[in-house]
């Protein structure tokens, strides 16, 4: 299929099922922690919902793993106009459904407990914290700008079902504050895993799973570790990749 891309745009290997993927440098691009996190628990079954979905990654992997319907959010027209396109070049319009809004007012085009899952890979930076970027679409998805964590949590409680599964990932310095609002916005935290560059190196990210209306009781699973000490893959990272 010839892709016709814009300014800024390129046309990157989304590894899985062959897909491809078009990104623009002046805004986020998906990367590892994204990839982690499509992977993370079984695939869910019933209807999933993508919170701010970006280039709809999450979803194309989530279909590539057997998801059989998934709704990406996206706030930010330049990305949803992306997102639709790589569904299509991607020939998943059976299966994911793009909507340009803003996930802030869920309560005015979704049902309330109308999906099965939420996914999340939020802004990781509260406002005031860290190093800016001048390009908007950039600082937008790394900072609080537009939707803050109890903003995610909000939409995500409202969304799920009764016992459906929320899961994201963020950074571990806010590890803390995630796992009180998550109980706060009755999605108990159920499932943690820690992820280090290297084995030898402290955890830098997160992934959890909240159940809504769940039990108390958590798991730590073992930890992931993304690179050896030579800075190739390990074998878990590769195998996210379809690499074994």
């Known amino acids: 299929m010839k892709v016709s891309l814009g300014p800024h745009e390129r046309l990157d290997d989304l590894v899985l099922d062959g897909m491809k993927i078009i990104q623009r440098d002046d805004q986020f691009c998906f990367s590892l922690d994204t990839v982690l996190l499509a992977h993370f628990g079984t695939v ?13 990654a999450i ?6 793993r057997g998801a059989v319907s998934v709704t990406g959010a996206e706030l930010n027209p330049v990305m949803a106009d992306i997102a639709r396109r790589n569904v299509i070049l991607n020939g998943r319009e059976p299966v994911i459904t793009i909507v340009e809004g803003d996930y802030r007012t869920i309560r005015q085009w979704s049902d309330s407990g109308g999906f099965a899952a939420v996914y999340a890979n939020p802004p990781y930076r509260e406002k005031s914290r860290g190093a800016y970027s001048d390009a908007e679409g950039i600082r937008r998805a790394r ?3 537009t939707a803050t964590l109890d ?7 409202f969304a799920l079902k009764f016992h459906g599964r929320f899961r994201m990932v963020h950074i571990t310095e806010r590890l803390t504050d995630i796992l009180t609002a998550m109980r706060i916005h009755a999605i108990e935290p159920k499932v943690v895993q820690m ?8 955890a830098k990210l997160f992934l959890v799973e909240g159940i809504r209306g769940g039990s108390k009781g958590v798991d730590v ?4 570790i993304v690179h050896h000490a030579d800075g190739t893959y390990t074998e878990d990272v590769l195998k996210l990749y379809g690499k074994l």
């Open 221 to 224: 699973l073992p930890p992931l």
């Open 195 to 202: 992820v280090h560059g290297r084995a030898d190196k402290k």
């Open 151 to 157: 903003d995610v949590l909000d939409a995500a409680s």
């Open 59 to 64: 979803p194309l992997i989530l279909s590539a």
């Open 143 to 145: 900072h609080e700008e």
């Open 44 to 56: 869910p079954r019933g209807k999933v919902l993508d919170l701010g979905t970006g280039t709809a």
